[in-house]
């Protein structure tokens, strides 16, 4: 079972993206999914994360109010909204499905998707 992460690209600081987190092999209707980043020379954080049913919603103070998760049952999807991008935010953007409301991963990594953020 894996997640991808994808939607990443090249943006101006300002500008906005959405990312896409799908699974192959699984339903992501049972779980909590997060997402993560791993910026340049920085360690793996937490984003964000949304609860089974997408009935809470968790935030990494650092993007709280710029950036907006939701999902899609019936899609099987889980996506991030990101607006207001700034240069900080150019990372690896990966998935994952999380235990909440700590939003701590559960399972295995799978491929992520590259942001850049220009100044």
């Known amino acids: 079972v894996q997640l991808q992460a994808s939607g990443g690209g090249l943006v101006q600081a300002g500008g906005s993206l959405r990312l896409s987190c799908v699974a192959s092999?699984?339903?992501?209707?049972?779980?909590?999914i997060g997402w993560f980043r791993e910026g340049p020379g920085k360690a793996r954080e937490g984003v964000s994360c949304?609860?089974?049913?997408?009935?809470?919603?968790y935030y990494n103070e650092a993007v709280k109010g710029r950036f907006t998760i939701s999902r899609d049952n019936a899609k099987n999807t889980v996506d991030t909204q990101m607006d207001n991008l700034q240069f900080q935010d150019s990372a690896v953007y990966l998935c994952?499905?999380?235990?909440?409301?700590?939003?701590?991963?559960?399972?295995?990594w799978g491929r992520g998707t590259l942001v850049t953020v220009s100044s």
């Open positions: 092999g699984l339903s992501l209707d049972s779980y909590a």
């Open positions: 994952a499905t999380v235990r909440v409301p700590h939003c701590l991963p559960t399972g295995s």
């Open positions: 949304i609860s089974s049913g997408g009935d809470n919603t």
